[in-house]
């Protein structure tokens, strides 16, 4: 078969040849997705919000361990993202930059509410704090769910990203901000201490 | 040829994503899809020469500066010759710094190494292009802290423009690091605003050098640093 170089195809044959080989919104990757939400397309959006908001809900329901948190997290992601998609560099991988947004957002809601407040017993003093007994885990899914909560924040979102969210180290990296390296140490150090807790589940009967 | 060490929680039954509430997903939605249109984006590449173009009308000022106020050509040669020498380490530095990777931005490492190199060179150029040295109680007096004062000031305000201009054009690009970022954004403009007075400038003496002309590169280095969480997270 002959080749023709572009520049003998009249004008519209090349946009033609262009536009059919952009992808349609479901065989599109986040990234392309992104780039039509940045081009003015509506229904990218929709479809790249179904596909990332179920990992970015959980990175924000384990980090900040209550729901209701989570969700005016994730609404407040989403506003930052509709407001700065101008700046997302073309290319870049879509889901780390989102989970970045997603951190700097937590990290400056708990800085911002440094002053909490404490409802007083009717004399006037602090209340005792209530001890809440869990039941034990019966499920090894259970178990997993709160040995991730008892990890020491650093760990339980190296973690997450890696695991759960299914991030690569290097990914991981980028969104929290470390090094590789260090994002390793965390993660094995983090295993480390699941296992010890897992090992103590396992043991009761 | 060793095997790799299997993972020993590749099998445990890690949590799955959560879907939020749908009346949660509507509002984002619908806030997010309201009267969409397509936003002007600028590419790094664009943006990088924005800030390279910032840093040379900067030095363009000061040259004609000199001109005006009848510099030696020996002290304007060199001035232009160092600004051309910096201009490529600046350029490498934002390339470095703020530059287009797969994975967003540069490694960490490098930058916070970039972070530390750059005043540590910048002082070590101003030292090896200092004439004279004079103690520093004549250097904190009468005229010589005079001139020491108002070289300090201009190259802050002319290293602010350059800075300024970095962080704006780079603004909202970096969620993960945006304090390192800024910080590197002030070492550049600081490093702009340096060279630019030192073409002017008809003093090569040391103090002179370290304190107008080294100091402000640190100084807005730090400003950069404290403007960055701000300017450069979206």
């Known amino acids: 078969m002959p080749s023709y170089s572009a520049s003998f195809l009249p004008a519209l044959e090349v946009a033609r040849l262009t536009l059919s080989r952009r992808p349609s919104l479901a065989e599109s990757t986040s990234e392309q997705l992104m780039e039509r939400y940045v081009d003015g397309e509506a229904e990218s959006f929709e479809l790249l919000y179904r596909r990332v908001s179920p990992n970015l809900m959980g990175y924000l329901l384990r980090l900040t361990r209550n729901r209701e948190r989570a969700e005016d997290l994730l609404q407040i992601t989403f506003s930052k993202i509709h407001r700065a998609r101008g700046s997302y560099l073309r290319g870049a991988p879509v889901l780390p930059w989102i989970l970045a947004i997603a951190r700097r957002s937590f990290l400056d809601e708990r800085r911002s509410a440094h002053v909490r407040t404490e409802d007083l017993s009717p004399d006037g003093s602090l209340p005792e704090q209530q001890h809440e007994e869990r039941p034990l885990p019966t499920e090894l899914s259970d178990a997993l769910e709160i040995a991730i909560g008892r990890l020491p924040e650093t760990y339980r979102e190296a973690i997450v990203l890696t695991k759960i969210t299914g991030l690569s180290v290097a990914e991981a990296a980028t969104v929290l901000g470390a090094t590789e390296t260090a994002v390793k140490l965390r993660v094995h150090r983090g295993y480390n201490q699941l296992r010890k807790d897992l090992e103590q589940y396992s043991r009761t009967p | ?67 005006r106020n009848d510099r030696s050509e020996l002290g304007l040669r060199m001035g232009v010759y160092g600004a051309l020498g910096w ?65 300090a000031l201009v190259a802050l305000v002319l290293g602010a423009v350059v800075s300024g201009g970095v962080l704006l054009a780079w603004r909202g690009t970096d969620p993960a690091t945006p304090r390192l970022s800024g910080a590197l954004a002030g070492l550049v403009g600081g490093v702009g605003g340096a060279l630019a007075v030192g073409i002017g400038c008809p003093s090569h003496e040391a103090w002179h050098l370290w304190v107008s002309h080294g100091l402000v590169v640190i100084a807005l280095g730090a400003v950069g640093f404290a403007a960055g969480r701000r300017l450069l997270a979206p």
């Not at chain 2, 590419?43 to 500066?65: E, K, Y």
């Not at chain 2, 060179?121 to 005079?146: E, M």
């Open chain 2, 1 to 67: 040829m060793s095997m790799p060490k299997p993972d020993p929680l590749a099998e445990l039954p890690w949590p799955k994503p959560e879907r939020p509430r749908e009346e949660v997903s509507t509002a984002i939605r619908s806030a997010c899809t309201k009267n969409l249109c397509p936003v002007q984006h600028m590419s790094a590449g664009m943006r990088l020469t924005l800030c390279i173009a910032a840093s040379s009308i900067v030095a363009a000022a000061a040259f004609w500066f000199g001109i």
């Open chain 2, 87 to 151: 201009a490529i380490v600046q350029a490498v530095v934002l390339f470095a710094a703020f530059g287009p990777r797969r994975g967003g931005m540069a490694a960490r490492t490098l930058r916070l190494a970039l972070a530390f190199a750059v005043p540590v060179l910048y002082v070590g150029y101003l030292t090896l292009s200092a004439w004279s040295f004079v103690p520093f109680n004549q250097f904190s007096h009468g005229a010589r802290a005079g001139h020491a004062m108002s070289c």
